[in-house]
């Protein structure tokens, strides 16, 4: 007689509770919405960094060979557009926050989940123009839309690409909204403000800037289509426009974007930083004030992107000065992730490799911040590849790393199932080599003064070793990030189921089920601890918690 | 902020029909609709901030040419829909007050006079927008505004091409205040209907509260339009 | 370092050595900084590494520490801004007495005319150890002029004039860059400066057959009409242009503003725009009937119409203006 393994029978959850595509098209749970921006946001990150192989690729050689001009010039909008708006932004709030944010307060789900699924729906339709868009001729207007090229010169879809991503702008400020009332009003009993895991107040940070941001970019891309259709003079000096007028109207919604992008990443690092070195963080308090510092000053420098657009001297100091007070607090929290190692005790699971991978970079890419806020230094890197280099390193060597760790370090809570651990260290290791080298020499390049948004560069063929270099390192790159797709595909079917708290981390999140059932919580937790309780989750009862000096 | 509210087990809830399954009370339902919709309104706030911004910039590079285009806009026009929307206002309060004291006629009263006022706001709009038409004064290719004097500056004329301007801020920004009316009068007459139905009671009008909200909001958008764009540089 | 593989850009102007100074003493902080973070997190990573039997310490906090470590920080960030700024004034004013040259973008190439008259197509010949200043405008859209072996880069915008200055130190060709994205042959709007010594910039420029630019100015003007207004004396129906360069000038509405090149772009496109006290604003506007190298004539006749031929437009605050004015056929003040 065959010997059969008997399977457990499986526990519902919110993945088997239904079936079929109405199921998961009509959900107002929280988790499964998370899984359809997953997918939705994969995709998009796919195509994006589509765009950037065939950008790199064109870069090994000075000559446009590979593409025309006109193409490059779309590729690299595209890619920003679509790296911007339809990845980064999103990204950790739609995925992980929108997963976790509920569990980690303790509720059943957000505070309005109708308005969640419209969120993604929101999403979907500005991505739905944006391919249109793309697939019907593209845009090249850079991802900036400067005027007048945009709104009287440019012959591509800038019109259908800003309606998409004035979409996709709701989606965000209503994923913003959401959170901020969540977190205000359905805490658990006992969860108070100074209980709430470090990745709330970071996802309450940028949920504050996706509310007051986006909507002003959203009035710019809607004045920039009104000017190209309606042939109006806003932004147009021929008929007495500013063009500078639309620069600081864009910018002072994109710098603070930025925040958006690497504020939820910290939050992340936070959390696995805690569990991996089985201690609370250093510095509760000044790691959460600092991401509302963040959020609160990143609105205040946005024309450090305009030094030599044409403003005043007096405006320039301005804003460099307040350029570098802003940079004060992502320092502290940078001292405050590696002070929270002291004494540690340190496990190097694949989130833990992808967290050192994020202060690292992070604080190089930072550090290159610097640089670009002295006006006397922006005025010779403004506009070359060492802005590129230097928003890389915080993009993808911070924020997109963070969101790997992340993804790594909840994915037994959201799959249920174990991804494959030597093959994810591998991964980090691969992504964190391949993007050094295809960014550190882009550094050099911008010094030397290779432009950016440049086709061809055969006057200069002195630059073409530093492209190659950087051309091999992409290749790796996209190694490093085909990986963790095909493992975590993979992992679905073939995983080890996992147990509820694989990590033992601390974390309302990590006292559900693995995967959680759709409402979380067999009962409403009665907070009485504090956040990072990692004294008591390793022995058993509590320490006493230091504080030096 | 409801830290300490005592929360019992989900069988011993009150299952108010209101009641949505991820809120714990009607009260914590109540705070977050009430919430939700300020921070909604703050976006708003925001978005209109940027045609503002535009128009503040553009009205102290070229006053004088802003001054002569904003002669051309009647002002009574403008007063008398400022006067409605004010009125409008009153009556959303009178809904809301209703609405808590479960009086439903006037309630119900009160939602359809304010669309009423609602639609006279529009149509006197129409009215405003038909007569830049006819004046060509409707940014484009027919626009046009040739020897028109800058109030108090007699001799002088206004730049065509920034007059221009004034206008193509002045439909962008009416418009899409007419736009939020209009979506206003779509939340209202759902409102409306839904009180008829008499879904409305002293523990649950949330609906009104937030609706009320909204329309207080596109109210107050008009009060700092109107003077801004219509009585700059009056001269008695 | 190598030819074909350089890590650093030649130093050919004054300004060069004071960015790359800024530059270096950057990458000496960062260094460290990157140095004590990578050390810390390899050391404590290791001597920290989880191990049977040894539990985490927890550790609130150290206000002390945060408080150092966030106004330690915060000045010397301050001392890096203080310096960056010294550069950016110095980089930002052109001195008094520079030789100009106005500079026209378009797409995709650049324009260039000396104040001398020689015209030039993407190169600028210029000698070494004479402040150059650009006086520049586009035709279209965005450019921006970049040349990585001075450090210098200004955006180039329509509608106004933008100012940007260099002194050249070493003779060579160096390239010239637009480095604002601007369209289709973005990549390929590249120049050259050539800079020469001396004696041969004085060869180079006396091959050129065409005068000064003022004097192409002096001839646009009577052509156009100009001086049937703006007479010699105080009897013409507009003001008297003579000597008014650089000076204040006091409008009808009470303000005063600077004649600079900004301001007489402005009154040529849109004279409507300002009104000089006690005059009628009967000027009628030239946009449209002027290009952009015409104005640059008459700018620079109206300059020289004042007691030197170089402009005195070297104050901080009067290139600020500069940089903040904008003329007629846009804004009249520049959004800022």
Known sequence: ?549 | ?236 | MFDNFPLWPERASTAAGNVDALFIFLLIVSGLMTLLIFTALVYFAARYRHRRGVLAEQIEGSTPLELTWSVIPFFVFMAIFAWGAAVYFKGRTPPRDSTEVYVVAKQWMWKLEHAEGQREINELHVPVGRDVKLIMTSQDVIHSFFVPAFRMKQDVVPGRYTVAWFHATKAGTYHLFCAEYCGTQHSGMIGSIVVMEPSQFEAWMNGGTTGPLSVSGEKIFAELGCVTCHRGDAQGRGPNLQGIFGKPVQLENGRTVTADENYIRESILDPGAKIVSGFKPVMPTFQGLVSEEQLNALVAYVKSLSHSLATPTGTAAATAQDNSKAPGSAPGSQVQ
């Open chain 2, 1 to 236: 902020m409801s830290d300490s509210t005592v929360v019992g087990l989900h069988d011993e809830e009150q299952h108010h029909p209101e009641l949505l399954h991820h809120f714990a009370e009607p009260q914590q339902q109540r705070d977050a609709a009430s919430l939700g919709m300020w921070i909604f309104l703050a976006t708003e706030v925001m978005f209109f901030g940027g045609l503002f911004c535009a128009y503040l910039i553009y009205r102290r590079m070229y006053f004088g040419d802003f001054g002569a285009a904003s002669k051309s806009i009647d002002a009574t026009l403008g007063a008398t829909n400022t006067a409605v929307l004010i009125c409008s206002s009153l009556t959303v309060v009178l809904a809301v007050w209703a609405a808590q004291t479960a009086l439903r006629k006037l309630l119900i009263g009160s939602l359809v006079i304010t669309m009423l006022l609602g639609m006279v706001f529009l149509g006197i709009k129409a009215k405003e927008y038909k007569d830049k038409f006819e004046e060509h004064h409707v940014p484009g290719a027919s626009f046009s505004f040739d020897h028109v004097p800058i109030p108090g500056h007699p001799g002088q004329y206004a730049n065509p091409r920034h007059a221009e301007i004034f206008f193509s801020l002045y439909f962008i920004m009416t418009g899409l205040h007419a736009l939020h009316m209009i979506i206003g009068l779509g939340l209202f007459a759902w409102l409306l209907f839904m009180a008829w139905k008499g879904r409305f009671t002293p523990e649950y009008h949330t609906p009104i509260e937030i609706g009320g909200l909204y329309w207080h909001f596109v109210d107050i958008v008009w009060i700092y339009l109107f003077p801004l764009l219509y009585l700059i540089d009056r001269h008695p």
């Open chain 1, 1 to 549: 007689m065959a010997t059969t393994t008997i399977q457990p029978v499986e526990r519902e959850n919110y993945l088997n509770k239904e079936y079929g595509v109405g199921s998961w098209l009509f959900t107002t749970d929280h988790k499964r919405i998370a899984l359809l921006y997953l997918i939705s946001i994969t995709f998009f990150f796919f195509i994006g960094g589509f765009f950037a192989l065939l950008i790199r690729l064109e870069l090994l050689t000075p000559a446009s060979d590979l593409v025309q001009p006109d193409t490059y010039n779309k590729l690299f909008t595209m890619h920003g557009m679509v790296m911007v708006f339809f990845f980064l932004i999103p990204s950790i709030p739609a995925v992980l926050g929108n997963f976790l944010v509920p569990m980690m307060i303790g509720a059943k789900d957000l505070a309005f989940p109708r308005i969640n699924l419209l969120s993604w729906y929101l999403y979907i339709i500005g991505g739905v123009m944006m391919l249109h868009c793309m697939l019907t001729g593209g845009v090249d207007t850079g991802w900036t839309f400067y005027t007048p090229f945009s709104t009287a010169f440019s012959n591509t879809k800038v019109v259908e690409a800003g309606l998409a991503i004035f979409v996709a702008g709701f989606s965000s400020i209503l994923t913003g909204l959401n959170f901020v009332v969540t977190i205000h009003r359905m805490r658990a009993p006992g969860m108070t403000w100074s209980r709430l895991p470090l990745f709330i107040w970071a996802h309450y940070a940028t949920s504050i800037i996706q509310i007051l941001g986006t909507p002003v970019i959203a009035i710019t891309l809607v004045l920039v289509v009104a000017e190209r259709t309606l042939h109006l003079g806003i932004f147009d000096p021929k008929l007495g426009g500013d063009p500078l007028l639309f620069q600081h109207l864009f910018w002072f919604y994109s710098h603070p974007a930025v925040y958006i992008m690497i504020l939820p990443s910290m939050g992340v690092v936070t959390e696995i930083i805690a569990c991996f070195a089985r201690k609370r963080i250093f510095g509760y308090s000044f790691v959460a004030f600092s991401s509302i510092a963040i959020a609160v000053f990143g609105f205040l420098v946005w024309a450090h992107h305009m030094f030599v657009a044409g403003i005043s001297i007096y405006a320039a100091l301005v804003f460099s000065i307040l350029s570098y007070a802003v940079a004060v607090p992502s320092a502290v929290k940078v001292f405050n992730w590696t002070a929270t190692l002291y004494k540690g005790s340190i496990h190097y699971d694949a989130p833990m490799l992808y967290a050192f991978g994020f202060i690292g970079l992070f604080t190089m890419g930072g550090l290159t911040g610097l640089f670009l806020a002295a006006l006397g230094i922006d005025v010779h890197v403004t506009d070359t590849y060492f802005v590129i280099a230097h928003f890389h390193y915080i993009m993808v060597g911070g924020a997109l790393m963070g969101y790997l760790g992340g993804l790594h370090f909840w994915w037994p809570k959201i799959s249920g199932r174990l991804y494959p651990e030597g093959w994810a260290r591998l991964a980090a290791l691969i992504v964190f080599l391949g993007f050094n080298l295809t960014f550190f020499p882009q550094f050099v390049l911008g010094y030397l003064g290779m432009p950016r948004r440049y086709a061809d560069y055969s006057h200069m063929p002195e630059f073409q070793v530093l492209n190659v270099l950087s051309t091999a390192g992409a290749t790796v790159l996209g190694v490093g990030y085909l990986l963790p797709m095909l493992y975590f595909l993979w992992s679905m079917r073939y995983g080890k189921p996992a147990p509820d708290n694989p990590w033992k981390a601390a974390g309302l999140e990590w006292m559900t089920s693995s995967p959680p059932t759709t409402f979380n919580f067999e009962q409403e937790p009665i907070v009485t601890w504090e956040a990072y309780n990692y004294d008591e989750l390793d022995t058993g009862h509590k320490q006493e918690v230091k504080v030096v000096g």
